[in-house]
């Protein structure tokens, strides 16, 4: 075998679904070498065809309706797209392995890890149960399971999000592929997850010489990662070629704006007026005021069991000051929604104050309420589960402004078209139901039902995190427009650090329920003072490929040194 | 295993449950218009009858108290005589319970059978014509009625096949056996397709699932697939039905024991019904309610069985 | 698949539909259609197999079962109709003030619920009979009192997912008042898995009314009933089976199309969610 030709070469590949009386092209003529022992980006949106293409490469496609309608897909110069269905089970798994976006949901719950380690090898490699078993705690091992012998036979909801993926790509490796296909692999993880799974993942190449064809929407992950680039847009590929080359000079429009549109770390200060917390003019009265606040919830227990609580905030003190944009960053179960949840009063309090404009919420509960009703408003992470299915746009609008008595009755239909103009939604959005509209416009819509009550304040909680990363920058975009025109406090709850960065004045870093880290946003990021902090910083792919991911502090064998 | 814990724990849930039960079963006789002795005692009774039931109920006393005796006579076992049979009603129940057991044990495992093999065809032929096929036939099914189905059973099968009998229990093993068959086939007839419709439906999401795409990516074939990732977790959910369709289930033995004259506790509610032995509807309505709390119990221990997520 | 999903969807729909209007037009049009008087008694013309007079037969005493199995609609789509509604009204109010108000008074229907999901539905149902004594209103008490059970767990699950929605802590966070949230925001989102269920449950009723009627506890003779016409034709199913075959055949097909009305409703709520 020479390295004269790619390990895969896809020439001309169309898939087409035939659901209407017209076939539509989900995939149109993608041609794509992937070259021995490289990483390969795959970059694109939602519905841009990128996981479609990587499926359709073994023949899995997800429905009787779509067909490959055309093209090649040589795997060292032999055609396999038009492979027998016993060939494509001896390629799967074997020469192409497969780790994918959700581990949870690819993991048979009810089978033990071990078991869906070993059944690939015994079928591809023919090896008897015991030589299994000593083959995936191998494997187990070199992904980084600490105690392989006793892992082997859990199930895997008994595994965090982190070390489910280590088992998607232990089974993934089991059968020891050439080519490993990671589909969106660490997505759903957070930031220091992500940044140990990439770790490993680059380990196994190197370890292995395996090829992979890495999918993901972000081009952070790409510039650490990857040595070449795809990009694809509507089942195009659009632009293809070496990492470096296409990120800074991208040829095509929408690689730019791909480009542009990454929230990577700017070296600039975030854009706002002057910092509220210069010591110069005497500091105005706080608008929300946090004073050792507790939050704890009861878990399990029951009839015959002691109730146990669990502490989602644990003596958190904040004070945010009128005109404010203040960041609160951490991770999952970080304790960050909580804490938006608890001060607007959706969620009791367990200790502690919560004081919003000179009202406590502890003391003078209906009154802080009452206030809090008319002068602060949220936005929520889900666009589709924050709206109500069956009101349309404009019935969700109008009650509010007439709960609220906004303006008069007749007055109403006029202000819902300002408040659609103010987020920048076409005034025909009003008779559409949520349903009918994309993850962005119904984000608008949230936001516009939280405009409606003329808010002091508004909570933004993980706002942006369920969209496209071209809409999550419109959004953001939207917000500082908002801010900088309206008098408005905004408190920005995202698990994406380099969003808060480039929108929020001031941060907020919680871990375990508590603040670990406050201050300017410049000064936190630029020079964190807590390690948490800067291990935080440090996991995000950052879209420059010279400043290289912080390696994982819990990773595995194959590890020799850290990287700093 | 701490997961199995809960088969110590919750039989103590059972007792608000029963308790719940008894007064029910209590209050439902005493609402009876009319003096509850000779309600109970029926029309005919002797004055010394009476007066023995008086006592022994506290039927003179306030109602709370009357429920304190009817607790407190459970408790040993009593739960007053049949005016029809006069003797204890315990006993005679005890007489009827096993036609009945074997008869819902029987109808279940043969609904298994059918519901099964059915399903997992039609699934693993999603959208082609037999899996319609299937479909309009257990939807038509949903829509048997059990005593009807018995009397087209027994015009079809008993005529070609006059051996099968059609009415009573026999008494040894293998003629009960041959007396359960059309009693049972009619109770199977239409769980079976209850069964039938949420195992396809099940099948055919987790064939669809990203577990079933995972097995696929790393090159199993599809029985693999199917035997060992789909029907599994496609069988957590259908047990789960079962247990919530046992309630249903006995009600169907209650008809389909008298279409056939079988002397189970549903034919003995039946009759007793009509001959007002409402001393004998209580214990039998008691009796059922306590099994059924017991078969939803089995059916929580089969669902820890058969997903290691379940907490109980 | 989903072009046939597509397509099936309305099939569906429309064959339940169909179904169910044929039975309410015959259900309403039965004095005008039955050739025959339902309740007539003809001597001459006793266990007479399905003819040109008689299409559907005669029983022992000479009726007809054509027209008996006419006028049957009207009482059969009653108990499926009235079987259904007060359940369905009963048990909608309570699980949603349960599910959205939860508490003491939550805790405590809860409990009563489970017990009364203790007693087999028949066995419970037959016992309140049996106090109340045979006839159809005391099935339709029975049936008020046991069946909102299922309706109030439906509606209070539904209610305490939606509780915890995006949109009720939005309505929350605007101060909308708590009935404001529950009957605009959450109960018109809850309600529809219950109506889904109501096609489904109007088979169970309509299978337990036209059972108890076939024990002798419900619609009493001669008053024509399905269930109470296949019991009157038990004894002659051998010689006659045009007696039990037709009111049994009326059961099975209106049942289909509650059905395939719940199949298509269920769909179509499905895809919406």
Not at chain 1, 95 to 104: E, K, L, S, V
Not at chain 1, 129 to 139: D, K, Q, S, W, Y
Not at chain 1, 377 to 398: C, K
Not at chain 3, 203 to 226: D, H, T
Request: proline letters at 6%.
């Amino acid at each position: 075998m020479t390295a004269a030709h790619p390990l895969l070469s896809v020439r001309d590949l169309t898939v087409t679904v035939e659901d209407g009386d017209t076939p539509r092209t989900l995939l149109d003529t993608v041609s794509l070498d992937l070259n021995r022992g490289e990483i390969l980006g795959l970059v694109g949106e939602s519905g841009s065809g990128k996981s479609l293409f990587c499926r359709s490469l073994v023949g899995l496609l997800p429905s009787r309706s779509l067909k490959r309608t055309g093209g090649a897909v040589l795997l060292d110069g032999q055609d396999i797209a038009g492979a027998s269905a016993v060939e494509l089970q001896a390629i799967r798994g074997a020469r192409i392995g497969m780790i994918f976006q959700n581990p949870t949901s690819h993991l048979d719950p009810v089978m033990r890890i071990g078991d869906q380690i070993t059944e690939g090898i015994r079928f591809h490699q023919g090896l008897g149960g015991v030589e299994a078993r000593t083959a995936a705690l191998e494997i187990m091992a070199q992904v980084g399971f600490t105690d392989p012998p006793r892992q082997f036979s859990n199930y895997a909801h008994e595994f965090s999000g982190g070390m489910r993926q280590r088992a998607m790509i232990a089974i993934a490796l089991a059968c020891n592929p050439e080519i490993l296909i990671a589909d969106e692999p660490t997505t759903a993880l957070d930031v220091t997850i992500q940044a140990q799974i990439l770790t490993l993942l680059l380990e196994i190449r190197k370890a292995r010489g395996l090829s992979i064809i890495l999918i993901t929407h972000d081009l952070g992950v790409v510039a650490q990662t990857c040595d070449r680039i795809a990009v694809m847009r509507h089942g195009r590929l659009i632009e293809v070629g070496e990492k470096r080359r296409i990120l800074s000079a991208p040829a095509e429009a929408y690689t730019q704006a791909l480009i542009a549109s990454h929230p990577s770390m700017p070296a600039e200060v975030a854009p706002g007026r002057s910092p509220q917390s210069e010591i110069v003019s005497p500091r105005p009265r706080a608008l929300v005021e946090i004073d050792d606040l507790h939050v704890r919830f009861p878990v399990g227990g029951g009839l015959l069991s002691r109730r146990k609580t669990f502490s989602a905030v644990g003596g958190v003190s904040l004070q945010i000051l009128p005109g404010e944009t203040v960041g609160i960053v951490g991770e999952s179960g970080s304790g960050k929604s909580t804490l938006a949840r608890a001060m607007l009063g959706l969620t009791p309090l367990s200790e502690g104050h919560v004081t919003f404009d000179g009202h406590s919420l502890s003391l003078k509960r209906a009154e802080t309420l009452k206030a809090l009703h008319s002068q602060a408003a949220m936005v929520f992470q889900d666009p589709y589960n924050s709206l109500n299915p069956r009101l349309t746009i404009g019935e969700t609008l109008a009650e509010v402004l007439r709960v609220h008595r906004k303006v008069p009755d007749a007055a109403i239909n006029a202000r819902v078209g300002e408040l659609l103009d103010l987020v920048e939604l076409d005034r025909s959005f009003a008779a559409r139901k949520p349903r009918s509209l994309s993850g962005g416009q119904c984000q608008r819509a949230g936001i516009a039902r939280a405009l409606a009550v003329e808010p002091r304040l508004i909570v933004a909680d993980e706002c942006i995190a369920a969209l496209d990363v071209t809409i999550q920058a419109q959004i953001v975009a939207l917000f500082r427009k908002l801010v900088a025109t309206m008098e408005l406090t905004l408190v920005f709850i995202a698990h994406d650090l380099a969003v808060v960065r480039s929108l929020c004045q001031r941060v907020v870093v919680m871990h375990h329920g508590r603040i670990v880290e406050e201050g300017p946003s410049d000064r936190v990021f630029s020079a964190p003072s807590q390690a948490y902090t800067a291990n935080l910083i440090a996991a995000i792919p950052d879209i420059d490929p010279d400043r290289p991911l912080s390696g994982a502090p819990l990773s595995s064998p194959l590890t020799k040194g850290q990287p700093a | 295993m701490h997961r199995y814990r809960f088969i110590l724990t919750r039989p103590l849930q059972f007792l608000p449950v029963i308790f719940g039960v008894s007064i029910i079963t209590f209050v439902l006789v005493r609402l009876i218009p009319g003096d509850p002795a000779r309600v109970l005692l029926g029309a005919r009774a002797t004055p010394t009858a009476i007066a023995n039931v008086r006592a022994q109920f506290g039927l003179d006393e306030p109602i709370w108290m009357q429920y304190f005796y009817f607790l407190q006579n459970l408790l040993k076992g009593e739960m007053g005589k049949s005016i029809t049979y006069k003797i204890d009603v315990l006993p005679l129940i005890a007489t009827r319970i096993e036609p009945t057991l074997a008869l819902v044990f029987s109808a279940v495992l043969l609904s298994v059978l059918i519901a099964v093999p059915l399903a997992a065809l039609a699934a693993r032929n999603h959208g082609r014509p037999v899996d319609h096929l299937v479909r309009v036939v257990s939807t038509f099914g949903i829509g048997f009625p059990p005593f009807w189905v018995a009397l087209m059973l027994i015009l079809l099968l008993a005529v070609a096949f006059p051996v099968l009998p059609v009415s009573g229990y026999g008494s040894t093993l293998g003629d009960k056996l041959v007396h359960l068959i059309l009693p049972s086939l009619t109770i199977a007839l239409s769980l079976s397709t209850v069964l039938m419709r949420s195992l396809r439906a099940a099948i055919v999401e987790w064939l669809k699932s990203d577990v079933a795409t995972a097995a696929r990516a790393r090159g199993m074939p599809e029985s693999i697939v199917f035997w060992r990732h789909v029907l599994p977790n496609a069988v957590a959910p259908t047990i789960n039905l079962l247990a919530v369709n046992i309630g249903w289930l006995i009600g169907g033995t209650v008809v389909v024991e008298s279409v056939f004259a079988l002397p189970g506790m549903g034919q003995l509610l039946v009759r007793a019904i009509f001959s007002r032995d409402y001393m004998v509807v209580q214990g039998v309505a008691m009796v059922f309610a306590c099994a059924t709390v017991l078969v939803n119990f089995l059916a929580d221990i089969a669902t820890v069985a058969a997903d290691p997520r379940v907490k109980l | 698949m989903s072009a046939a999903a597509l397509k099936s969807r309305p099939a569906t729909l429309v064959t339940g539909l169909a179904i169910l209007g044929a039975f309410v037009l015959v259900a309403l049009l039965a004095p005008l259609i039955a050739p025959y008087d339902p309740i007539y008694q003809d001597a001459a013309a006793r266990l007479q197999p399905p003819s040109f007079a008689h299409p559907f037969g005669t029983d022992n005493f000479g009726r007809d079962i054509l027209s008996r199995v006419l006028y049957g609609a009207r009482i059969d789509l009653q108990i499926a109709l009235i079987g259904v509604a007060f359940p369905l009204v009963i048990g909608t109010v309570i699980g949603a003030f349960a599910g959205f108000f939860g508490g003491l008074i939550d805790t405590a229907l809860m409990r009563l619920i489970d017990i009364i999901l203790a007693f087999p539905f028949l066995v419970l149902m037959l016992s309140i009979i049996a106090i109340l004594g045979p006839g159809l209103t005391s099935f339709y008490i029975a049936m008020a009192l046991v069946g909102w059970v299922s309706y109030a767990r439906l509606i209070r699950a539904q209610i305490l997912v939606l509780k915890n929605s995006d949109y009720a802590m939005a309505a929350v966070s605007l101060g909308f008042s708590r009935l404001r949230i529950l009957f605009r925001h959450l109960l018109p989102n809850a309600v529809a898995g219950s109506l889904v269920f109501s096609m489904s449950d109007a088979v169970l009723v309509l299978l337990s009314g036209a059972a108890i009627s076939y024990l002798g506890l419900g619609v009493q003779p001669p008053m024509a009933e399905w269930g109470v016409m296949v019991a009157e034709g038990q004894s002659f199913v051998t010689q006659a089976w045009w007696i039990t075959l037709f009111p049994g055949l009326s059961i099975v097909v209106l049942a289909f199309g509650f059905s395939m009305i719940g199949d298509a409703l269920g769909e179509l709520m499905g895809v919406n969610e």
